[in-house]
């Protein structure tokens, strides 16, 4: 079946940790998203990628990194420096790049700070 | 600037009723698109609709039906005849022409109740 995976589902942090968050895509797309949900929220862009080795910050980039190595993959890690991680990760990807392209989203996964 | 306001942040009816979910959004630009998802207890976004700012018809998808004018800047979503599985947290978005941003609305809880 063709998707969005993410895993893990939930992760744990310890302080001072850097953490990494996985999302692959078997759909052969362009383009690829990350999204922070806080409680109550909307979602907030953090990073996005249109094409492989190229990627670029969203309106919450800071304590946050991702790399684009393969067209299927684009892990999101949250550094030490965030300092409030704990939040609802959701990954996403659209065909295409470009404006108004349907973006489809993965399962999502839950960080937690212990 | 881009903004989406969904007014309502929580709904609750009987199953049966009719229930609309309004959003209101701004932007200065003539091309755009806008998105309505739902996102249920799981966590994961579901897409169910994209409308682009140049086709104002109104859509119907078996008990759901979009009502889209530019005159007053909102693009409503009907539930008619709503069941429990509807029951979800649901998000209207806009996408500004030109651009790779989904600006999404902080979401609306709708509750079914049996």
């Known amino acids: 079946d063709g998707g969005i995976t993410q895993s893990p589902k939930y992760l744990f942090r310890k302080e001072g940790q850097n953490v990494t968050l996985s999302c692959e895509q078997n759909?052969?797309?362009?383009?690829m998203y990350w999204y922070r949900q806080d409680p109550g929220q909307g979602l907030r862009l953090i990073y996005y990628?249109?094409?492989?080795?190229?990627?670029q910050k969203g309106d919450i980039a800071e304590g946050y990194s991702v790399s684009r190595e393969k067209k299927e993959s684009f892990p999101l890690t949250v550094t030490s420096a965030q300092k409030n991680p704990t939040a609802f990760y959701l990954c996403a990807s659209t065909a295409n790049r470009g404006d108004g392209e349907t973006q489809y989203f993965g399962p999502g996964t839950r960080l937690l700070v212990l | 600037a881009q903004k989406v306001t969904q007014a309502q942040t929580e709904i609750s009816v009987v199953e049966k009723e009719d229930v609309t979910l309004d959003c209101v959004y701004e932007t200065r630009d003539t091309t755009y698109y806008l998105f309505w998802y739902k996102q249920p207890p799981s966590g994961e976004l579901v897409f169910l609709i994209r409308r682009n700012s140049f086709d104002e018809q109104n859509e119907i998808s078996g008990r759901y039906s979009w009502n889209f004018q530019k005159s007053t800047s909102s693009f409503n979503f009907t539930i008619t005849a709503s069941q429990v599985v509807d029951s979800a947290v649901y998000f209207c978005?806009?996408?500004?022409?030109?651009?790779?941003?989904?600006?999404f609305g902080k979401g609306m809880k709708l509750t079914v109740n049996p």
């Open positions: 759909l052969n797309h362009d383009a």
């Open positions: 978005a806009l996408n500004q022409g030109g651009s790779e941003k989904l600006v």
């Open positions: 990628s249109q094409i492989v080795n190229d990627f």
